[in-house]
């Protein structure tokens, strides 16, 4: 009595039958009979076949019997696999070949592995944890890995968040892992900045998006300035200095008192215009830090402005602009 080996491709779904043939080498004036059932070997039962056992019975002049087992079918990328089908106690016959093994053929394709874009506020100090998802579309029974690494995009590593890369490794089953990305706060009024996590290498698995966009949106202000001087308009353009007082109102989320420092003088006319007397020194700012202006303007133009330009700045660095003008009309209006 023997019994061949066979294969069996699996199937997405349902169930396929694999059937084995008994054969006697010779014709039996005798009832021939063995015992057989299934064995696990790296397939398992009820979950790749289903288990079977029974008596086998050649009636006289019988030279072959079959026996027929389910396979199951499913969507899981895996291994090739096993089960054995074994012939015990044999009656009016011997057994030469006692065990069967039987091969499933795995024909599902690999997961498909993604990566998932992210956002998040920066913060003003301290790190954060921004995690990805990498996922994977159905269950393998397969170990998968893959490689990640961040990159710079407008943000940088160091500065707006911790570079990291490694191999990300998936047991069998798992269909999600999570990549940890370090964010770094800051007070620094900047653009919203982006980086990357870039995945590559997959085994077991196709990657169909290969990268995450990080984006840190920013949550800090520059301070705010206002300045107006004291008075706006001079007049009568007579020539003379006249002392200019400029009130400042400066305010800072983080910094009760930003550094307000004067950065400029400009006059849209040249201190000797034509027609103004053809006096000079129009822009003074003196040693106790007190400004003067001539009240002088260019008779054949059409009014002098004086321009002064501010700026504050707080204790992270970030800075902001303001300006007031102080005006010498043509005419008195």
Known sequence: MTIGDKTITEGDNGTAIVT??????????????VDYSTQDGTATAGKDYIATNGKITFALGETTKTITVQ??????????????????????????????????????????????????????????????TVSLNTASSKAISVKYTTANGTATAGSDYTATNGILNF??????????????????DEQNENFFVNLS???????????????????????TLQVQAVPG?????????????????????????????????TSNEPDNGLGDGDTAGDIEIRPNGKIFLRAERSGNGN?????????????????TYSTTQVKVPKNKS
């Open 20 to 33: 084995y043939t008994i054969n006697l080498n010779t014709v039996s004036g005798k009832p021939v009979t």
């Open 71 to 132: 396979v199951l079918g499913d969507a899981i990328d895996e291994f090739d696999e096993t089960f054995f089908l074994n012939l015990t106690n044999p009656e009016n016959a011997t057994i030469t070949k006692n065990q069967a093994v039987t091969t499933i053929l795995d024909n599902d394709v690999p997961p498909v592995m993604i990566i998932g874009d992210k956002t998040i506020t920066e913060g003003h100090n301290g790190t954060q944890i921004l995690n990805f």
């Open 171 to 188: 047991a069998a089953g798992e269909t999600t892992k999570t990549i940890a990305v370090q964010i770094i706060g800051d007070r620094l």
């Open 201 to 223: 290498e997959a085994i077991n698995a196709n990657i169909i998006d290969t990268q995450a966009i990080a984006t840190i949106l920013d949550d800090d202000e520059s301070p």
């Open 233 to 265: 308009e001079l007049w009568p353009p007579n020539h003379k200095m006249v002392e200019i007082q400029v009130n400042k109102q400066v305010s800072d989320d983080f910094d009760a008192n930003p550094t307000v420092r004067l950065i400029s003088i």
């Open 303 to 319: 009014g002098r402005v004086y321009t002064l330009t501010y700026s504050a700045t707080d204790s992270a660095g970030n800075v």
